[in-house]
């Protein structure tokens, strides 16, 4: 049981390290995103003028950014693999579509390094709509299971909201291929959720890992 223990804590541990990071690295990258278009706009300006813009630092966070995600991510999966193997049958069907998620979000957070058509950007999109909901599922079957500790279960269940506002902020986005007006506004609190959710997946995954194993 100690061992049991032992392994629970350092398990969880480590995938709230891995939620840290990708986490971290979603925000700075969303606030480079927003310099980005100064950014490119300065660099369009030199080239015109022979000059040269030297050193890009916008690309190098970016850059940073980008392997902090899916690193973070592929931190993420492995840990809930092992997590997994010590849980019963039913929660550790749950964990696998978790990865599922998971591992989609490292590959569409790689796209990230390369300017996509548009048709392959909505690709993407729905892979990641696809990889929340996938996460949504599983987090919803963890949140009611009575074979993990209730501290545990109160955990998942702030991980299911966060996962909720993920999907709500991702579609509201999507409303500006409706009516850009509509869409400016949803966008906005869109992004709110997404902080919202960013801070309480880290939250949640702070008392999956504060709680007793079972």
């Known amino acids: 049981m100690e061992q049991y223990e032992k392994t629970w804590f350092t398990t969880t541990k480590n995938i709230f390290t891995a939620v840290l990071i990708f986490s971290i690295a979603t925000v700075v990258q969303a606030i480079m995103a927003l310099f980005g278009g100064a950014q490119d706009m300065v660099s369009s300006a030199a080239s015109l003028m022979g000059a040269s813009t030297g050193f890009n630092f916008y690309n190098l966070v970016k850059w940073i ?125 869109g992004g709110i959720l997404e902080i919202v959710a960013i801070i309480l997946v880290i939250v949640g995954w702070a008392t999956v890992k504060g709680a007793p194993a079972k």
């Not at 909505?122 to 929340?132: D, M, Q």
């Open 65 to 189: 950014c980008i392997i902090g995600m899916a690193g973070g991510y592929l931190l993420y999966v492995m840990g809930l693999g092992k997590l997994s193997i010590m849980l019963k049958e039913k929660d550790m069907k749950a964990v696998g579509q978790v990865r599922i998620g998971g591992a989609i979000l490292i590959l569409t957070s790689l796209t990230l390094f390369f300017p996509l058509p548009v048709w392959l950007a909505w690709i993407v999109r729905v892979a990641e709509l696809a990889a929340y909901v996938m996460m949504f599922v599983g987090f919803g079957t963890l949140k009611k299971s009575h074979a993990i500790d209730s501290k545990a279960a109160r955990g998942f269940s702030t991980v299911y909201l966060a996962t909720l506002f993920s999907i709500i902020a991702m579609l509201l986005g999507w409303l500006i291929y409706v009516s850009f007006a509509l869409g400016a506004v949803m966008s906005v609190i």
